[in-house]
């Protein structure tokens, strides 16, 4: 069974970095793309950023570009996000993804939630102005 718990949420003023871990088990992890996501309150979920299986290729959506990094450690069993330059519209619940098939299926990692085989639970990232 396959289980993506969050840590590294938190509350962050405006300007600010958080780093969000992801550990992954029941599952070949070096085999498959991953991926964040968020939901702001009000609002659909959206993709935030992608990795490929073996970490060559990574995607981010446009709000993301040049603020937050996506990393997937396959000796831990983890994939992470660092956020940097952190704004209050990036205030959501963050979550980490498997892509629903493994190895090239997904270049870059899923962006869709149709692309998503399994989700965690969330971790809440609130940044105050």
């Known amino acids: 069974q396959v289980q993506l718990v969050e840590s590294g949420g938190g509350l962050v003023q405006a300007g600010g970095s958080l780093r969000l871990s992801c550990a992954a088990s029941?599952?070949?992890?070096?085999?498959?793309?991953m991926g964040w996501f968020r939901q702001a309150p009000g609002k659909e979920r959206e993709f935030v950023a992608g990795?490929?299986?073996?970490?060559?290729?990574?995607t981010y959506a446009d709000s993301a570009k040049g603020r937050f990094t996506i990393s997937k450690d396959v000796a831990k069993n983890a994939v992470f996000l660092q956020m940097n330059s952190l704004k209050p519209e990036d205030t959501a619940v963050y979550y980490c993804?498997?892509?629903?098939?493994?190895?090239?299926?997904?270049?870059?990692?899923?962006?869709?939630?149709?692309?998503?085989?399994?989700w965690g639970q969330g971790t809440q990232v609130t940044v105050s102005s």
């Open positions: 029941g599952l070949a992890f070096s085999a498959y793309p």
């Open positions: 993804a498997k892509a629903r098939y493994s190895y090239d299926f997904y270049p870059g990692g899923p962006r869709r939630e149709t692309d998503v085989g399994s």
């Open positions: 990795i490929s299986w073996n970490g060559a290729d990574t």
